[in-house]
């Protein structure tokens, strides 16, 4: 049965594959029909690595100023949805704005033919899809195609300050108008400025003339956006005093440097759409400049970078904890960032591998007056879920859903679901940052931390196998229980080894700040620590020895990777599943065993402790 409902699958996913490639193919043709009727519409194509939908925005309402215009639906800038588009135009529209993207190599051949640009804007060429181009050059090859696809008496909006696009210029024999820092611009940026909480404004000059731009974005390196929609207007031949006046009360697109502001005196600066490494000086600039009570940085999952992601992410952690006072990584590769600690001092450095737990901790975190910066991948993280939880509690906490749209309009933000606040013992449970990796240099000291719930009530539940086995090993050595501040220690000498067993005082679900403040106390390292903790993956008195890796849904072992900064934390695991296990893990990891239970469970103790005994014995002096 297995076998046929794979192949089931597998049919089914090539025909979906097929039927998607016919409706494709059959909307193009149709579109390209109908674009023989769309020969009055005055077309402007726009590409490039980033402010393709600002500029698209921009030009959008400068040509809407002087007659009906169509523009591109929020960014459905690949090439099915230029077909989309197209077949949305009508010979009554006097312009038709069109973003047009380029994420691999002949994306830009479809789009272009079914329309002819009047107009080409070209923004800048970095490192967005360089998986698939293998070189910079290679991209500019591609965006380059719009420029190409001008007829003879096109015009091309340029960068100037680009090396690579201004080479496309210099060689695309059509009028070019030229935007930019630069001497020889057309559009030549002279000053900017954006200091938060005032707006983007700038000066520039145009055929000998000063001009001054009030906008109401925020970033200065939205300004070449600006400029590039003035030269459309430009070129379409609009006076520049009307055109500035159009672009005047323009909103930023939603996730492209968009400032919220909250009930509750919080100010949001969402650049969360996208997040390519080389953009991520731009708005870390803006919120240096930021005048603001606190600036909290909060960082989601990057994209395009030349280093690897363990080396990267401390990179940036580095660099955001030099602008903002609190910094916060969310997402898989948060942990990594953390190694940042291993060279500053950063207290304020915090990462969570679910962003459910980065938003209570920023619930708790925010306070009136701040300014929050939201940089992350859309599709990756959805970071905006951290805004609106500050507003109202969001239900949907989904790592990967698939949806490329913001959450806003999602029916799965706010749909009830169970709890899951509450710990499986029954307490709420506060998430814990990842804290810094452990430093301490006691090579030869050995540390075994069973996790439990502390009390009597607890002694003979599943959750509490692991304060069982080192009950064990203490009673084997006829060994005693030491009260310290954050737990109760056993010293043992095994085989001339000192081995430390400890039980945190706290129940399990925050287990890991007293273990972590313990370790500190003796000046600890994580490879010569081991915990020992229930598992409901594995059959009752079932042992399985695991050097890293998740927390498999272990409240505890998540509180413990959590404070010692790291999943290369050994774990010894106990299995906990009962035959008759029919209830919810909750309820089964409090229940106390049966006398058959327990005969089963003592045997799996009895392996656990062998287990142990080899691992000290037979450690060097790096781990246990």
Not at 66 to 79: A, D, F, I, K, L
Not at 198 to 225: Q, R
Not at 253 to 269: D, H, P, Q, Y
Not at 328 to 341: D, E, L, Q, S, T
């Amino acid at each position: 049965m297995l076998m046929v409902h794979q192949i089931q699958k597998i049919a089914w996913n090539y025909l979906h594959s097929w039927l998607r490639y016919i409706a494709h193919l059959l909307r193009f043709c149709v579109a390209l029909a109908h674009s023989k009727r769309l020969k009055s519409v005055f077309f402007v194509g726009i590409t490039g690595s980033a402010g393709k939908t600002t500029v698209k925005d921009l030009s959008a309402s400068v040509l809407g100023s002087v007659g009906e215009c169509y523009s591109t639906p929020r960014s459905q800038n690949y090439p099915d949805g230029i077909a989309k588009i197209l077949l949305r135009v009508s010979p009554r529209h006097k312009y038709c704005v069109l973003e047009v993207s380029g994420g691999n190599p002949g994306d830009l051949d479809r789009p272009l033919r079914l329309f002819t640009p009047n107009i080409a804007v070209l923004t800048l060429v970095a490192r967005d899809h360089f998986k698939a181009f293998k070189s910079l050059e290679a991209i500019a090859q591609e965006k380059g195609k719009l420029v190409s696809a001008l007829p003879t008496d096109g015009i091309a909006v340029l960068n100037i300050d680009d090396p690579l696009v201004k080479a496309i210029g210099d060689s695309c024999n059509r009028k070019v108008i030229w935007v930019g820092k630069a001497e020889g611009a057309t559009l030549r940026l002279l000053s900017v400025r954006s200091v938060w909480p005032e707006p983007l404004t700038l000066e520039l000059e145009y055929d000998g003339d000063i001009y001054k731009v009030k906008t109401a974005f925020h970033g200065k390196h939205l300004a070449l956006s600006v400029l590039s929609a003035l030269g459309v207007g430009v070129a379409a031949g609009i006076p520049l005093t009307n055109a500035i006046s159009a672009i005047a009360d323009v909103k930023p697109a939603e996730g492209r440097m968009e400032i919220v502001s909250t009930e509750g005196g919080i100010t949001f600066l969402r650049d969360d759409w996208k997040a390519p490494h080389w953009s991520f000086p731009a708005p870390l600039e803006f919120m240096a400049e930021a005048e603001a009570r606190r600036k909290i940085i909060v960082i989601g999952t990057l994209s395009d970078y030349s280093l690897s992601a363990s080396k990267l992410y401390p990179k940036v952690a580095k660099q955001a904890l030099e602008v903002g006072d609190i910094v916060i990584f969310v997402g898989p590769h948060a942990p990594r960032a953390i190694k940042a600690k291993r060279t500053t001092d950063a207290q304020n450095l915090h990462a969570f591998s679910e962003i459910r737990d980065a938003a209570m901790f920023l619930n708790n975190l925010l306070q009136p007056g701040d300014l929050v910066l939201l940089k992350g991948s859309n599709k990756a993280d959805h970071l905006v879920r951290l805004m609106y939880h500050t507003q109202r509690p969001v239900s949907c906490w989904a790592t990967r859903c698939g949806i490329q749209d913001f959450c806003g309009d999602c029916s799965r933000l706010y749909k009830p679901m169970p709890s899951t606040a509450q710990s499986v013992t029954g307490e709420n449970t506060a998430p814990e940052p990842y804290a810094a990796p452990l430093t301490g240099n006691s090579s030869d000291d050995k540390v075994v931390v069973g996790l439990g719930n502390p009390g009597p009530e607890y002694m003979n539940t599943p959750h509490n196998v692991g304060y069982r086995v080192l009950d064990r090993i203490a009673a084997d050595a006829n060994a005693s229980w030491v009260s310290h501040p954050e737990g109760l220690v056993c010293e043992l000498t095994i085989t001339g080894k000192t081995v430390y067993l400890f039980k945190p005082a706290a129940k399990i679900n925050r287990s890991g700040p007293p273990t972590r403040q313990y370790l500190d106390r003796i000046n600890g390292t994580l490879a010569n620590c081991l915990v020992v903790h229930d598992e409901m993956d594995l059959t009752l008195g079932q042992v399985k020895l695991k050097h890293s890796g998740g927390d498999a849904g272990h409240k505890g072992l998540k509180s413990i990777i959590a404070a010692l900064g790291s999943y290369e934390v050994k774990r010894l695991r106990i299995g906990v599943r009962r035959e008759d296990n029919s209830e919810t893990a909750k309820a089964s990891v409090l229940r106390p065993f049966s006398s058959p239970d327990e005969e089963a469970l003592e045997s799996g103790i009895d392996q656990a402790v062998g287990v142990l005994m080899r691992e000290i014995e037979n450690s060097d002096t790096s781990n246990v």
